[in-house]
C-alpha cells in the first residue's frame, strides 16, 4: 500500500483539516476588523461547505478497505457514520453563527473541526492504539470548546471538570487497552478475539474489560461516570455543549460497540464455554450500568430547574437506552445504534440551538426564561417541541423509531427469539414514560399562557430570523427522518 | 378515499398555522371545512363499502428493511368508528364556535387528534396504528392545559401521562409481538394469521389489553378520565370521551384480542369482572358528583363498561354491540358533554348542580333543558335511541357467558336512570314546587351572579345539536344502517383465532 493510496482512503479527514486549516487563514488575513457577526458566518458558511464536500467525497468515491490492519477501516458502515457526524457538524456550526459567547470565531470552528477529524478517525479504527490515539484528538479540542467563554465562570468550571475526568478516564482506558495487550500480544481487534479462543472470564481479562467500560464510559456520559455531564451541559457555550452531546457520543458508541462486538463477542471467538461466559460477564456489566443510567438519569432530570442541566441528565439516560445496543452486541444492533445516536444527536444540537436563542433574549436558561416562548418566537418554539418529542420518542419523529429500532433489534438477539433481554426493553420503555414528564414540562413553560402579561412586542424584534430558520430547517430534519426512516436505515441495513 | 380523512385532517393543521394570527373567523371556518370534509369522506366511504371486505385503501412498504407499511384498510368495525371521528370532530368545532383565545393554534392541535384518530382506526399496519396511536395522544395535554378550566394543569398531565403510560405498555407488547412472530411484518392481518405461543400469549395479553384498556377507561385504570373531562375546554372532552376513548377499545380488539385469542381465554374473565365493576362504580359515583361535568364524566367510565363487556362475550351479537355502543357513547358523551360545558357553563359560569338549582335554567334555557332530557333519556338507555340497541346486545351476548354479571349491571342501569335523573332534576328543573319563592330568588340572583344576560343560543350550537340527535334516533331507530358493515366484519380471515377460540 503506497502514500498515495493511504491519501484516497482518508480523503475526507483530509479535506475537514484543509477547511480548518482555510478557516484558520482566511479568518487571519483577511477578516481583521469587521463586524463579528459577519465573522461567524462567514467561517460557519467554510466550515459546513468544507463538510458538504468530505460527504460528497465519500458518496461520490464509496471504498472498501482495511489498511495496515485495522489502522484505517474504511467500509460503507464507516462512511456512513462519518456522513452522520458531518451532518451533526454542520447543524452545530449553524445554531452557533449566532452565538456570542467568544470573539475568535475561527479558533472555534478550528478546534470544532480537529475534533471531528478524531472522530471519523475513531470510527475508523479497528486497532487498540489507534483507538487510543484518535480518542485523544477528539477529546483535547473537546476539553478547549467547553471552556471557550472567557466571561462565563462555569465555563471554566465545566472544561476543568470535563477534562479532570476526561483525563482519568482516558488513564482507565490506557491501562486496560495495555491489559488486553499483555492477555492476548494483538491490538487488532479481529486478532484479539481470535487470541481469546482459549481464554476464559480469567481476572486479568475481567480486569481490563472493567477498565474498558469505566474508560468509555465518561466519554458516554452512562451512571457511576456521568458526574460531569450535568456541569459542563450547564457551563459550556451552547454549541460546544451540543457538539459534546451529539458528535462525540455517536462516535463514541459507534466504536465502543464496535469493540464489543468484535473483540469480545463469543460468536466470533473461536467457540468454547469459556468465551461465552466472558461474553456474559461483560452484558451483564453492561446491563446494569445501563439500568443504573436510565433510572438515575431519568429521575434525576425530574427535578432539574435549568434547561441545560436537564438536557445533561436526559443524555445520561439517553446514554442508558443506547448501551442497550452495544449489549445486544450483533450488527442489527449496531445500526440501530447509530440511527438512534444521530438522530438523538440532531434533536440536542436543535434543543442546544434555542436554548442559546433563550439565553441570549433572556439571560439564563431557567424554566420561567421560557415562559411565552411561544409568542416571542413560534418558530423556535415550534422547534422545540419537535426536538422535546423527538427526544422523548413520540412518533412520527426520528426519535421514536429510534426507539423502536434499537428495542427491536435488542430484543431479536438471541437464540431463536427467546426474549432474553425483555426486562431491559421493559425498563427502558417505562423510563422514556418518566421523561415525557420532564420534556412535557418544559413544554409547558412554552406555551401556557403566562399568569401576567409578559412584554412581548420589544422582544421579539431580538430573535434573528437567521436563528429561527435554521432551527426550522434542523427541525424539518428530525421530522423527515421520523417519517422516513428508510433514508438512514436503508443504507444502514444493506450494509450488514 | 377513506385515506383522505386522515389528509385532510393534516392539511387542515397546516392551513391554520399558515393562516394570520388575528383571523379567528377564518380559523373557524376552515376548521369548519375540514371537519365537514373529513365526515364528508367517511360517509363517502360507507356509501361505497361492500359489507364483509377488508378494504385495502393503500399499501406500500415504508421501512422495507424492518417489514413495515405504510398500510391503510378498513373493515366495518373502522369504517363504523371513522363515521363517528367525523360527526365528534364537526360536534366539537361547531360548540367551540364562540372561542376567541388562540382559535388558530386551538384548532390546529384538535386537527392533529382527529388526523390522529382516523389513522389509527384505518390503520392495518400495528406500527402505523401506533404511531397515529401517540399523534393522538400529545395534543390533548395542550388543549386541555391551555384552553381547559378547573385544575387543568393537574387534570392535563395526569391524563398524559396515563395515555403514556398504557401506551408504553403497548409498545413494549408490539415489539415483543414483532419479535416472536420473526420480526419481518407488522401486518396485522397476517400477524393473525401466526400463531402466537401460548406462554408468551398468557402475559402479552394482558400487558396490551391493559394498555389499551387504560385509554378505555376501564376501571381501575379510569381515573383520568372524570379530571380530564372536567378540565377540557368543550370540544376537547366532546373528542376525549367521543372518540379518545374509543381508541382504546378499538386498540383492545383489533391489536390484543385478535393476535392473543389464547391470552384473551384466560384472562376474559376478569375483564368481564373489571368491566361491570366500572359500570356500576362509574354510575354510584356519578350520583354523588356535586359539579355537572363530573356527573358526565363518570358516566362516561360506566358506559365504557358496557364496551369491555361486550368484547369479551366473544360472540358476534356481544361484540357487535360493542362497537354499536362506541358510536352510540361516542355520539351521546359529546352531546351530553357540548350541553354541560358550553351551553350551560359558558354561560352560567358555573357547574355546581346546587347554584345550578337556584337559577331555573328550564325556563331560562329551554332549548338546552329540552335537548339535555333528549340526551339524557338517550344514555340512560330509552328504546329508540342507539344506547339501547348497543347496550341490550351487549347484555344479550353477555347473558349466555355470565348472567351473575348481567344482573349486577342491571343494578348499574338503574342507577344510571338515578344519576341522569338528578342530574337533570337539579340542573334544570331546579325548586320548581315553590314558584313564588324562587322567581324572586332567581331574579335576584340573576341580577347578583351576572349583570350580563344569558346568551341565546346560537345557530351552529342547535345544528350541532340536530345532528348530534339526529344520528343517535337513526341508529337507534334503524341499527341495521350500522350493524349491516358491522356483523358481517365479524366473519372475516382476521377474527379466525378468535372465532375458533370462543365459538363466534
Not at chain 1, 467547553?146 to 482507565?172: D, H, I, Q, V, W
Not at chain 1, 423502536?404 to 433481554?421: E, I, K, M, P, R
Amino acid at each position: 500500500m503506497n502514500y498515495l493510496e493511504l491519501l484516497k482512503l482518508a480523503a475526507p479527514e483530509t479535506i475537514v483539516v484543509l477547511t480548518a486549516l482555510t478557516v484558520l487563514a482566511v479568518d487571519l488575513t483577511s477578516m481583521r476588523g469587521i463586524e463579528l457577526r459577519l465573522r461567524f458566518i462567514v467561517g460557519g458558511l467554510l466550515t459546513a461547505g468544507g463538510c458538504a464536500v468530505a460527504m460528497a467525497w465519500m458518496l461520490v468515491m464509496p471504498m472498501q478497505a482495511n489498511a495496515l490492519e485495522g489502522m484505517l477501516v474504511v467500509n460503507q458502515l464507516t462512511q456512513i457514520v462519518k456522513g452522520c457526524l458531518l451532518g451533526l457538524v454542520v447543524a452545530t456550526v449553524l445554531i452557533s453563527m449566532e452565538a456570542r459567547f467568544t470573539a475568535h470565531p475561527a479558533e472555534f470552528l478550528a478546534l470544532l473541526l480537529f475534533s471531528t477529524v478524531g472522530m471519523m478517525f475513531l470510527v475508523s479504527a479497528e486497532d487498540l492504539l489507534m483507538i487510543f490515539a484518535a480518542l485523544e484528538l477528539v477529546s483535547l479540542p473537546l476539553y478547549v470548546l467547553a471552556g471557550f467563554n472567557p466571561t462565563s465562570r462555569y465555563s471554566a468550571e465545566a472544561a476543568l471538570k470535563y477534562f479532570l475526568f476526561g483525563a482519568t478516564a482516558a488513564a482507565f482506558l490506557l491501562f486496560g487497552l495495555s491489559l488486553i495487550y499483555g492477555v492476548t500480544g494483538a491490538t487488532e481487534l479481529a486478532a484479539i478475539a481470535h487470541a481469546l479462543g482459549g481464554h476464559g472470564p480469567e481476572p486479568l481479562l475481567l480486569v481490563a474489560l472493567a477498565m474498558l467500560v469505566i474508560g468509555f464510559g465518561f466519554k458516554l456520559a452512562i451512571v457511576p461516570l456521568h458526574l460531569w455531564v450535568p456541569d459542563t451541559y450547564q457551563g459550556a457555550p451552547a454549541p460546544g455543549a451540543a457538539f459534546i452531546a451529539s458528535g462525540s457520543k455517536l462516535a463514541c458508541f459507534f466504536i465502543f460497540a464496535k469493540i464489543m462486538m468484535i473483540a469480545f463477542a463469543s460468536e466470533r471467538i473461536a467457540g468454547s464455554a469459556d468465551a461465552r461466559a466472558l461474553t456474559g460477564g461483560w452484558v451483564s456489566l453492561l446491563a446494569v450500568v445501563a439500568t443504573l443510567s436510565m433510572v438515575l438519569g431519568n429521575l434525576a432530570a425530574l427535578t432539574q430547574s435549568s434547561v441545560r442541566r436537564l438536557l445533561g441528565y436526559s443524555a445520561i439516560a439517553h446514554a442508558g437506552y443506547l448501551l442497550l445496543g452495544v449489549l445486544a452486541h450483533d450488527g442489527a444492533a449496531l445500526a440501530a445504534v447509530v440511527y438512534y445516536a444521530a438522530t438523538y444527536g440532531l434533536a440536542t444540537i436543535g434543543a442546544f440551538g434555542v436554548v442559546n436563542l433563550v439565553e441570549r433574549q433572556m439571560g439564563n436558561d431557567s424554566m420561567s426564561s421560557w415562559l411565552g416562548l411561544s409568542r416571542r418566537a413560534p418558530i423556535a418554539a415550534l422547534a422545540m417541541m419537535i426536538f422535546l418529542f423527538s427526544l422523548a420518542g413520540i412518533p412520527p419523529l426520528a426519535g421514536f423509531f429510534g426507539k423502536f429500532y434499537l428495542f427491536a433489534a435488542v430484543l431479536q438477539t438471541g437464540a431463536d427469539h427467546h426474549l432474553g433481554l425483555l426486562w431491559l426493553v421493559m425498563v427502558a420503555v417505562l423510563m422514556s414514560v418518566v421523561s415525557f414528564y420532564y420534556y412535557v414540562k418544559v413544554l409547558k413553560w412554552i406555551y401556557l399562557p403566562p399568569p401576567t402579561d409578559v412584554p412581548s412586542s420589544r422582544d421579539t424584534a431580538n430573535v434573528s430570523r437567521l436563528a429561527q430558520i435554521v432551527l426550522l430547517l434542523v427541525a424539518l430534519a428530525i421530522v423527515a427522518l421520523g417519517c422516513f426512516p428508510d433514508l438512514l436505515v436503508g443504507p444502514l441495513q444493506t450494509d450488514l | 378515499m377513506l385515506a383522505w380523512t386522515v389528509y385532510i385532517s393534516f392539511l387542515g393543521v397546516l392551513a391554520l398555522m399558515l393562516l394570520p394570527q388575528r383571523q379567528v373567523a377564518a380559523a373557524r371556518w376552515v376548521a369548519l371545512a375540514t371537519a365537514s370534509a373529513g365526515w364528508l369522506v367517511g360517509l363517502a366511504g360507507y356509501a361505497q363499502f361492500q359489507a364483509g371486505e377488508i378494504l385495502t385503501i393503500i399499501k406500500r412498504p415504508w421501512v422495507p428493511a424492518l417489514g413495515l407499511e405504510y398500510h391503510l384498510a378498513a373493515d366495518g368495525v373502522s369504517l363504523t368508528l371513522v363515521l363517528l371521528t367525523g360527526l365528534a370532530a364537526l360536534g366539537g368545532v361547531l360548540f367551540s364556535w364562540n372561542l376567541t383565545t388562540r382559535t388558530r393554534e386551538f384548532f390546529a392541535f384538535y386537527f392533529t387528534l382527529i388526523g390522529g384518530v382516523y389513522g389509527v382506526f384505518l390503520s392495518f399496519d400495528l406500527f402505523l396504528l401506533f404511531v397515529f396511536y401517540e399523534i393522538a395522544i400529545v395534543p390533548k395535554y395542550f388543549l386541555i392545559a391551555i384552553w381547559g378550566s378547573t385544575r387543568r394543569e393537574y387534570a392535563a398531565m395526569k391524563l398524559v401521562l396515563y395515555s403514556f403510560f398504557g401506551s408504553a405498555l403497548v409498545l413494549i407488547g408490539l415489539i415483543a409481538l414483532y419479535v416472536v412472530a420473526g420480526a419481518h411484518t407488522m401486518n396485522v392481518l397476517e400477524l393473525a394469521r401466526h400463531p402466537f405461543p401460548h406462554s408468551f400469549q398468557i402475559w402479552a395479553f394482558p400487558l396490551v389489553f391493559v394498555g389499551f384498556a387504560i385509554l378505555a377507561g376501564m376501571w381501575p385504570f379510569h381515573t383520568w378520565a372524570p379530571t380530564g373531562h372536567v378540565a377540557a375546554p368543550t370540544a376537547a372532552s366532546m373528542l376525549l370521551a367521543g372518540v379518545v376513548m374509543k381508541l382504546g377499545a378499538y386498540g383492545c380488539l383489533r391489536v390484543a384480542m385478535t393476535l392473543f385469542p389464547e391470552g384473551l381465554e384466560a384472562w376474559k374473565t376478569w375483564v368481564a369482572v373489571l368491566a361491570v365493576i366500572g359500570i356500576v362504580y362509574g354510575a354510584m359515583v356519578a350520583l354523588v358528583q356535586k359539579d355537572f361535568k363530573f356527573v358526565i364524566g363518570y358516566s362516561s367510565v360506566s358506559h365504557m363498561g358496557f364496551v369491555m363487556l361486550g368484547l369479551v362475550t366473544l360472540n358476534t351479537i356481544g361484540l357487535s354491540g360493542a362497537v354499536l355502543q362506541m358510536f352510540s357513547h361516542g355520539i351521546l358523551a359529546g352531546l351530553l358533554f357540548a350541553v354541560v360545558g358550553r351551553m350551560v357553563y359558558d354561560r352560567t359560569h358555573t357547574r355546581e348542580l346546587t347554584t345550578l338549582e337556584g337559577m331555573r335554567l328550564s325556563r331560562v334555557m329551554p332549548f338546552v333543558a329540552t335537548t339535555f332530557v333528549i340526551a339524557g333519556m338517550a344514555s340512560m338507555g330509552l328504546p329508540g335511541f342507539s344506547g339501547f340497541v348497543a347496550e341490550l346486545q351487549v347484555l344479550i351476548g353477555a347473558w349466555q357467558l355470565y348472567p351473575t354479571l348481567v344482573v349486577i349491571t342491571g343494578v348499574g342501569i338503574l342507577i344510571g336512570v338515578a344519576y341522569t335523573w338528578r342530574a337533570m332534576q337539579k340542573a334544570f328543573f331546579g325548586g320548581a314546587g315553590e314558584p313564588g319563592y324562587n322567581s324572586s330568588h332567581s331574579s335576584e340572583h340573576e341580577t347578583g351572579a351576572g349583570v350580563e344576560p344569558i346568551p341565546p343560543i346560537s345557530i351552529p350550537e342547535r345544528i350541532g345539536v340536530v345532528l348530534l340527535i339526529g344520528a343517535s334516533l337513526a341508529v337507534g331507530l334503524y341499527p341495521k344502517v350500522l350493524l349491516q358493515v358491522i356483523v358481517p366484519s365479524f366473519d372475516s380471515p382476521l377474527f379466525d383465532w378468535l372465532r375458533k377460540g370462543g365459538g363466534l
